[in-house]
């Protein structure tokens, strides 16, 4: 059997709802649906969809780093938008960690996120190359 190894933030969300930040299994890491709420649970960049994908963004790249994995595994992206008018600050940040990866991604609108004030969540998968520890 394979070894689970998990990233946590604190987030209130994961123990109620019972979940992780990030996972990974083998060469395999998801990161789940993440937005711009902060430590204290306040979200950063109120209404700027760009300031908080760019903070999504880099929680993500956290996540990925404890976990052994960095941007340019990832394979996969899925970014969720209250305003789907926001697609190109959005699509601007993502560009600026993914240019060079170019995973697979897909932008949709939903009516709202689990975080008042938030605008975008991003979750993001990864694999590891072959022989990585």
Known sequence: MSERQIV???AVWESRIAY???IRIDRHVRVAGTTAADESGHV???G???TQAKYVLNK????LEELGASMDDVVRTR???TNIDDWQKVGEAHGEFFHTARPAATM???SRLIVPDAVVEIEAEAVLPPGAE
């Open 48 to 50: 700027d969809a760009y």
């Open 20 to 22: 992780s930040r990030a």
């Open 108 to 110: 949709i609108e939903v």
């Open 44 to 46: 950063v960049g109120h």
């Open 79 to 81: 970014m969720y938008l």
């Open 8 to 10: 946590t933030s604190g």
């Open 60 to 63: 993500i790249k956290s996540a």
